[in-house]
């Protein structure tokens, strides 16, 4: 199996255990995602950490238009999927893709670990997931 | 500041009319309110219009006449019929124009909105893995407030067979017959928690409104509704808006709620003066959560409000008398001004079979659009 090429540079960390890059204000704000361009100017980047606390989420039903690069082509093949955003403790709630989870699975304020996943036969993407150790 | 009075108003019906394009069924509306107005298209002094599919509101004057009035186009996503009438009325109230056209109109294919991440300053990937849709972040909203104010899926029910109750009584409505609440409850899921009677649709249509000073008013012997306010506000710092891939771990302001505020403030009078309401009600949850986020009632008391009837067209405070967008569908453009629209009829007691009881005197409307804009008018009799 050949390895999926990541669905953007530089969204998270090249790492054994890797991690969603943010950034950081001067203001000592985060913010998700790490801007580009000349909205970059002064921010660094801030890898977060892999914990976090699931702050809403909901389920995609129908296919998306385009942009959508889902696996599948048509709406015969379409799998539903999970989605949220999970507040990362004092630093930033980001929205994504939630796996390994059914819908009554979730609850306001569970615990949720970061993971990367495959998103079609060419990338991976990132989620997040219940966290089982915690 | 003067003054400024709603003396005609306009309508095509909203929903699907293959045989007219967006621009077409606003002239059609342009007219309504002319006629409703007593005036022609060369009396009007200035114009402000807007669509998000159908083309640009200035090129209505091919049709209704090149009288070389300033038309200036407008484009605020959802709120662009909420922008055009402020704009409207500050050309009235400055003492610039006596007479002002607002108007807005719409046609979009069929199926879910989907949005250009790169129009909208976000990376691509954030489309290509589905997360960058509007009826996410409206499921996304309400999954949240539900668990934090106690509001239960029923409740979102009860919004959609509300308005499909009432839109089965306005004639401009999309929606015509009432859908039962088991219907509504075992729909297909759309996004948890919210089923496919729960959304409103993209659709057509087009509302025209005419503005005047009282002295133009008193002029032409029209029947007129007085603006109150007018608001327009965009998004805080720390907000939660639509497209939004990271949002602040502090909790910010409202759009609606700033707007709102600001539109009381200037017609000093408070929510509980308030006869009756149009609230953006793209999806169930929005109008709950719109109730609270306007004033008129606290987080979690929706849930008492609908079970009693309180927002029912004989209920204490009517919420969206014609069906809201859930019933008569979104046309970006046309969607904030036929709340307007609405208003203005339940003012004059022309309501008919969804008139509100009892002579109303004093009317509200919301419109909310994206990125993250809300406008809100008051209007007085």
Redesign the interface.
């Known amino acids: 199996m050949t390895a999926l090429e990541p669905i953007a540079e530089d969204l998270w960390t090249d790492e054994p255990e890797p991690r969603l890059i943010a950034g950081q204000l001067p203001s000592g704000e985060i913010v998700f995602p790490m801007p580009v361009g000349d909205a970059a100017k002064d921010v660094t980047p801030y890898p977060l950490p892999r914990k976090g606390t699931l702050w809403s989420w909901t389920s995609q039903e129908f296919r998306p238009k385009t942009p959508y690069e889902g696996p599948g082509e048509g709406p015969q093949d379409f799998e539903p999927y999970l989605l949220g955003y999970v507040e990362i403790p004092g630093k930033v709630i980001v929205e994504t893709r939630i796996v390994d989870a059914t819908l009554d699975d979730l609850s306001l304020g569970m615990p949720m670990e970061f993971c990367i996943v495959p998103f079609n036969d060419r990338h991976s993407t990132f989620a997040f997931r219940p966290d089982k150790n915690s | 500041m003067r003054d400024v009075y709603i003396i005609g108003a306009g309508i095509h019906p909203f929903g699907r009319t293959d045989s007219r394009s967006g621009r077409e069924q606003g002239v059609y509306a342009v007219r309504e309110a002319l006629a409703d107005a007593g005036l022609d298209w060369p009396d009007i002094e200035c114009a402000y219009g807007g669509s998000a599919a159908a083309g640009s509101a200035d090129v209505m004057v091919n049709e209704l006449g090149l009288t070389s009035l300033p038309f200036v186009n407008v484009a605020n996503g959802c709120a662009t019929g909420g922008s055009a009438l402020a704009s409207a009325q500050m050309a009235i109230a400055s003492e610039a124009y006596d007479l002002a056209l607002a108007t807005g109109f719409d046609k979009h294919p069929r199926?879910?909105f989907?949005a250009?991440?790169k129009s909208y300053?976000l990376?691509?990937?954030?489309?290509?893995?589905?997360?960058?849709?509007t009826t996410?972040f409206f499921?996304?909203?309400i999954?949240?407030y539900m668990?934090?104010h106690g509001i239960s899926r029923l409740t979102l029910g009860r919004v959609a067979e509300k308005a499909f109750r009432n839109g089965s009584l306005a004639d401009h409505a999309w929606r015509r017959s009432p859908i039962d609440i088991e219907t509504i409850m075992n729909a297909?899921?759309?996004?948890?928690?919210l089923t496919k009677y729960m959304f409103c649709s993209p659709a057509e249509g087009g509302v025209a409104l005419i503005l005047a000073s009282e002295k133009k008013m008193r002029e032409l012997g029209a029947d007129g509704v007085k603006i109150a306010s007018v608001a327009v506000r965009t998004r805080p710092p720390d907000s939660f808006e639509v497209f939004?891939?990271?949002?602040?771990?502090k909790e910010g302001g409202k759009p609606t709620v700033l707007a709102s505020k600001a539109a009381f403030e200037q017609a000093g009078i408070g929510p509980e003066d308030i006869d009756v309401a149009q609230l953006q009600d793209t999806e169930s949850g929005a109008e709950i959560m719109h109730m609270a986020e306007n004033g008129f009632c606290k987080d979690g008391e929706q849930e008492q409000w609908l079970a009693e009837g309180r927002t029912e067209i004989n209920g204490k405070l009517p919420v969206n008398t014609d069906g809201g967008c859930l019933a008569c569908g979104e046309p970006i453009g046309a969607s904030g001004l036929r709340q307007v629209y609405e208003n203005v009829v339940q003012l004059r007691g022309r309501g008919g079979e969804r008139q509100v009881p009892n002579n109303p005197k004093t009317a509200y409307s919301h419109v909310y659009g994206a990125p993250g804009l809300s406008g809100v008018a008051i209007l007085q009799r």
Request: aromatic residues 6%; glycine residues 14%.
């Open positions: 199926g879910a989907n250009d991440p300053g990376p691509e990937w954030y489309g290509q893995t589905g997360m960058m849709l996410q499921a996304l909203k999954q949240r668990q934090l297909p899921m759309i996004n948890d928690p939004q891939a990271g949002i602040s771990v």
